[in-house]
């Protein structure tokens, strides 16, 4: 059974960075894919970025791309993701996803079998 555990949210300005983290247990980062996604109070949740371990290619929302970075410690089975200057967008609950297939870095949350329970991202104006 795959648990995976966020941690790392919290309150921060605008401007300033956190970083959220994963922990996996029953399924290796060598053998599945990660993504994170957000849902913000009223939206849809989106997705925000992947990565696959297989292959070391990570893929962002292009709301993200340059601001946050997905990274991974294989040893630790866990998953990073590294948010710089956060705005007042960015505010959602933050949720990590595993995907059985390997090699899958893409947005469709379908294709993730097991999410966490999410850690909360403020950012104040």
């Known amino acids: 059974q795959v648990q995976l555990v966020e941690s790392g949210g919290g309150l921060v300005q605008a401007g300033g960075s956190l970083r959220l983290s994963c922990a996996a247990s029953?399924?290796?980062?060598?053998?599945?894919?990660m993504g994170w996604f957000r849902q913000a109070p009223g939206k849809e949740r989106e997705f925000v970025a992947a990565?696959?371990?297989?292959?070391?290619?990570?893929y962002y929302a292009d709301s993200v791309k340059g601001r946050f970075t997905i990274s991974g410690d294989i040893a630790a089975n866990t998953v990073y993701m590294e948010m710089r200057s956060l705005n007042p967008e960015d505010k959602a609950v933050y949720y990590c996803?595993?995907?059985?297939?390997?090699?899958?870095?893409?947005?469709?949350?379908?294709?993730?079998?097991?999410w966490g329970q999410g850690t909360q991202v403020t950012v104040s104006s």
């Open positions: 996803a595993a995907s059985r297939y390997r090699y899958y870095t893409g947005s469709s949350d379908s294709a993730y079998d097991n």
């Open positions: 029953g399924c290796t980062l060598s053998s599945c894919s």
């Open positions: 990565i696959s371990f297989g292959d070391s290619s990570p």
